[in-house]
């Protein structure tokens, strides 16, 4: 019964998770800023709803985690860090689309890692689902050649690296790395408060953006970091997946921003790909608890 309630539990938070983070992008546009303006008060917002949140936690438990464990807390908050910058550069610098279908890649740049520095070889039908993705990112990517968006969906493609190299590194480590992403954004905030003091504060409805840092980000990156307590991994990519399905369609309704013919076919691709693998995921998980049921009986 407690198993069951525990996966329950985790299916929710995830889907809050999920779900919340669809709208980060549509406020990131609708906040009509300059991109270091926008990264300032994002991140500025996050770290100290981040310290709030720790703060209140360890007034009320012993058992709050640390805010960046070691040299491992100290490289995964780094990684963090440059990918925010790189995110933001893709916001301005490419379409949504676009942007949110190459970020579904973190599932598989993670797989690669995994292999390369953890040992862990991944299934040939993994190795399948990974050329299958990057055949749809060359789609998107080579569609955006002619059109200005190459830079934003190379910046695209760094988020997702930056993100799987951070993921790569807390599943090696062992180690509690709930708040270590959002203590992260102290980098990219230094970085763009050198910026703006040279550039100048330009935005036109900053309650957007500081409404996205100070309850959006939060409220996601802590669902999402504690899903896995309770759900297994293919569950939890699954809800990852709702911001590449849903903040186009956002951001189509409140911008009118149509995506290209190529970009749909890639990003179908993509979303195929990582749902049929994720399917495949729990259908192997399930088999192998099964085996380990009738092999060890209560």
């Known amino acids: 019964m407690s198993s069951h309630h525990d ?3 985790g299916l929710l938070l995830t889907a809050i998770g999920g779900m919340t983070l669809t709208v980060d992008i549509p406020l990131i546009r609708l906040a009509h800023g300059e991109a270091w303006t926008i990264l300032l008060l994002r991140t500025g917002t996050t770290f100290l709803a981040g310290l709030v949140i ?9 058992r709050a985690p640390q805010l960046v464990p070691g040299r491992a807390g100290l490289a995964v908050a780094t ?18 689309a676009d942007l949110v279908f190459i970020l579904a890649f973190t599932t598989m ?14 299934r040939p039908l993994t190795l399948a689902a990974l050329a299958l993705m990057i055949v749809g990112v060359a789609i998107i990517v080579g569609d955006s050649i002619g059109n200005g968006y190459l830079f934003g969906d190379v910046m695209a493609l760094c988020s997702a690296l ?21 203590i992260g954004v102290v980098l990219p905030f230094t970085v763009a408060a050198f910026m703006v003091s040279r550039t100048g504060f330009q935005v036109d409805a900053p309650w957007w953006i500081i409404f996205n840092g100070a309850v959006i980000m939060p409220i996601s990156f802590f669902c999402l970091a504690n899903g896995p307590k309770y759900i297994s991994g293919p569950e939890v990519a699954m809800f990852y997946l709702l911001e590449t399905v849903l903040a186009p369609v956002w ?3 409140i911008f009118s921003e149509t995506p290209s013919r190529n970009s749909l076919i890639g990003g179908a691709i993509l979303i195929v790909t990582l749902v049929g693998h994720s399917l495949w995921q729990l259908h192997e998980g399930r088999k192998r608890r099964a085996t380990l049921a009738v092999s060890h009986p209560v």
């Open 162 to 182: 930056c993100v799987a190299c951070a993921i790569t590194i807390s599943r090696a480590s062992g180690k509690d790395m709930g708040f270590t992403s959002l």
């Open 109 to 122: 740049f993670s797989a690669l890692l995994s292999w390369l520095f953890l040992k862990e070889r991944p």
């Open 7 to 9: 996966h329950q539990k």
């Open 251 to 253: 951001v189509w309704m």
């Open 54 to 62: 720790w703060a209140v936690w360890r007034s009320l438990s012993d």
């Open 79 to 96: 990684l963090y860090g440059l990918g925010s910058i790189a995110f933001i550069t893709a916001v301005y610098n490419t379409s949504t």
